[in-house]
């Protein structure tokens, strides 16, 4: 989108906006939010700086594609940037899936060596595994959530939505599975390899003041209140 915004000064001011929305299927079924609703965030966004600025028109709108393929996971590869909102372990085997939503789960009891599989071992046996294999295909990531609800809750994580997001190499995401849950456990897949993200909003690079994420759009709001309306829950 380019929109134009008018400023205090009464001067018009064209600015560029840029959002992934709604996921669709290879049937043309859609998931996800709206158009409208992505871009009446972002004008809200703009409009509620303090700069005065008040939303006129839209004067460009483009569309573009990308096909999602049935990833699965695998061995360690190492990412093309440095992040510090990454915890990348060092797996031999194929369940960095496994091992990424373990670092979620139990970091606050693992402080030291977080990227590496040992620090996660004597936590395996709380997982319920039943019906999954390994490589883990995205989609049979909600039998994972489902077989291990009860492990979340007592972790203090209930109704927790794993979700999972493609990493360029320029640092930008592509949504893949996401919803915008009670609680959010975010993971990035590069290379066929699982790695948890720590810190969405720290990655993506909002302002410090829009610490909370729309997970289909990838939109900063300064509050839940802010995301929940957006969303059409509240």
Known sequence: FK??????????????ITFQSSQVNTKGDRSGNSFQSQLEAKISEYEGRGSG???????????????IRDM??????ELPFKNKSIVNIKNED?????????????????KNHTNLVSSYKQYTQ?????????????KHIKIFEKNNQELFAK???????????????????NPIKTENGENNCDLGI????????TKLHTFIKTSKNNIHICRRCLTGFSSEEALHKTQGIM
Request: charged share 20%; glycine share 4%.
């Open 155 to 173: 972790c203090g994580y209930p109704n927790l939505k794993i979700n999972v997001f493609e990493i360029n190499d320029n640092e930008t995401l």
């Open 94 to 110: 194929q369940r960095c899936f496994v091992w990424s939503v373990l670092a979620f789960l139990f970091k606050d009891k693992v």
């Open 190 to 197: 590069y290379g066929n390899h699982y790695v948890l993200i």
């Open 126 to 138: 709380f997982l319920n595994l039943n019906e999954i294999e390994f490589p883990l295909k995205i």
């Open 53 to 67: 600025m008040v939303f006129q028109r839209v004067t460009q709108f483009t569309i573009g594609f990308y096909r």
């Open 3 to 16: 929109l134009i915004f008018l400023t205090r000064e009464e001067i018009e001011e064209e600015i560029p």
């Open 72 to 77: 699965r996971a695998g061995t360690w590869v």
